[in-house]
């Protein structure tokens, strides 16, 4: 969850994500109606404008990446639909990190399409009750989330496939302690491309946590570190972001889904998003220093 002004009032009013909505100062320009469009090959973006969810896509299955807010599930299978793919042939279900904003519709589309839902441990643990957990250092501002079923521990794999799709998995805590960027390949003809659904890194936290040493979550600066220096290292042509502003991808596509796609391809994208992730966190660390 990136802050800003606007996102900061989320934290502090939003509601129950168990409501048919969520009530927040940004959910509506978040859920906000975009066109799907093809990314490279069998990816592409089926999320609302505001957040990120991917389709890649197999003749054995699907995999989904993310699911949005609660509200967004109607509108990420309705993308689906528009790109000639069924809900029904999604077989996974993989996600960021389990903000409501990220995580919000997982439950619904797990329903829909009754696929399993793979996640971290720590991760799959929250997905699973609903209840965000205690070391999450924006516990203070969320709330829980509709649990979902079947869903599976990914514990030391190090990949997940299904069918002729394999993707990736890196570890990357410390937006929250269970975060997970996931890694593949697409192609178009004889051109292959490394793709990076690239996990939220963002040093962000209710009024009482500090990244700098906190017994809620001790190592929350070593695993923010070392997921900056993971993502940076990504074999990467094509990041799409968890907020798909964070990667610029709005000055490349429209509402409509038209655009360029050629200038998504960027072989340093990943070490820019980590490069400005590591700057922000740098100010946090000083900011803390400073109370």
Not at 2 to 8: D, G, K, L, Q, Y
């Amino acid at each position: 969850m990136i802050r800003s002004t606007i996102a900061v009032a989320v934290l502090a009013t939003a509601t129950t994500a168990l409501a048919a909505e969520s009530e927040c100062a940004q959910c509506k320009v978040w859920n906000a109606e975009q066109a799907p469009f093809q990314i490279f090959g069998n990816t592409y973006f089926v999320g609302p404008h505001g957040l990120s969810a991917v389709l890649i896509t197999s003749p054995q299955g699907h995999i989904l990446i993310d699911g949005a807010l609660p509200e967004s599930a109607a509108r990420i299978e309705e993308n689906i639909q528009k790109l000639g793919f069924k809900i029904s042939d999604v077989k996974v279900i993989l996600n960021s990190h389990v903000h409501f904003d990220h995580a919000g519709g997982i439950a619904e589309l797990q329903k829909r399409s009754n696929a399993k839902v793979i996640a971290s441990d720590l991760a799959a643990e929250v997905l699973t009750t609903g209840k965000v957990t205690p070391m999450d250092p924006q516990f203070g501002h969320l709330d829980p989330m509709t649990p979902t079923a079947n869903v599976q521990k990914l514990g030391q794999q190090r990949e997940v496939v299904v069918g002729s799709l394999k993707l990736g998995v890196i570890h990357t805590p410390g937006h929250t302690p269970g975060g997970t960027t996931w890694t593949w390949q697409s192609c178009e003809s004889d051109r292959c491309l490394n793709m990076v659904y690239g996990d939220s890194l963002n040093a962000i936290s209710d009024t009482t946590f500090k990244y700098s040493g906190d017994s809620r979550y001790p190592n929350a600066r070593k695993d923010m570190q070392a997921s900056i220096a993971a993502i940076a290292g990504a074999r990467c042509d094509i990041l799409i972001a968890a907020h798909p502003e964070a990667n610029g991808l709005w000055n490349v596509i429209d509402v409509q889904g038209r655009g360029d796609r050629t200038k998504l391809v960027d072989s340093t994208a990943c070490k820019r998003y980590a490069a400005a992730a590591d700057d922000r966190f740098r100010k946090r660390l000083e900011s803390e220093a400073k109370k």
